[in-house]
């Protein structure tokens, strides 16, 4: 059986008024396909203690996923974390890029520059539709893992 590990990102999750719903939807769909969710951890908007969490998560587990941080502020650092620890570049992909374009434009906004951070993907990754949303989910492999974040 697989091992995995769920690393939930954000400062409000770690105050009272919020609580992380998505690794427990996360453990339901993993646990019913046979995947089993051995650590949930919280992490803050703090790079340093992200990056010891997958680090440390790579050692342990064969599933990484990882849910926040991807928006278009400057706390959101899931992406440049992840990048950084699996030795990678990120990359604008430009097809990314023009669905969030579409988003704002069919809900009659204009995207503002920031926004273009959420289309930056570690090199070799692979982009995971994310319908609801203009953030980017992505999976990329490091040695035999598989991360994922979104």
């Not at 091992?3 to 008024?17: C, K, M, V």
Request: net charge neutral; proline share 4%.
């Amino acid at each position: 059986m697989l091992r995995a590990e769920i690393i939930a990102i954000g400062s409000e999750l770690l105050t009272p008024h919020r609580t992380d719903t998505n690794s427990l939807w996360l453990t339901e769909r993993l646990n019913s396909v046979g995947i089993e969710v051995q650590l949930k951890t919280v992490v803050g908007d703090d790079e340093a203690i992200l990056e010891e969490s997958v680090r440390d998560a790579l050692r342990r587990s064969e599933v990484i996923i990882s849910t926040g941080g991807l928006g278009p502020t400057e706390d959101d650092i899931t992406r440049k974390v992840f990048a950084r620890v699996t030795g990678r570049q990120l990359t604008l992909d430009y097809k990314v890029l023009a669905g969030i374009r579409e988003r704002f434009s069919s809900r009659g906004f204009q995207m503002t520059p920031n926004n273009e951070r959420q289309a930056l993907i570690p090199q070799g990754g692979k982009v995971l539709p994310n319908r609801p949303s203009t953030r980017s989910a992505s999976r990329e492999s490091a040695d035999v893992r598989q991360l994922c974040y979104g």
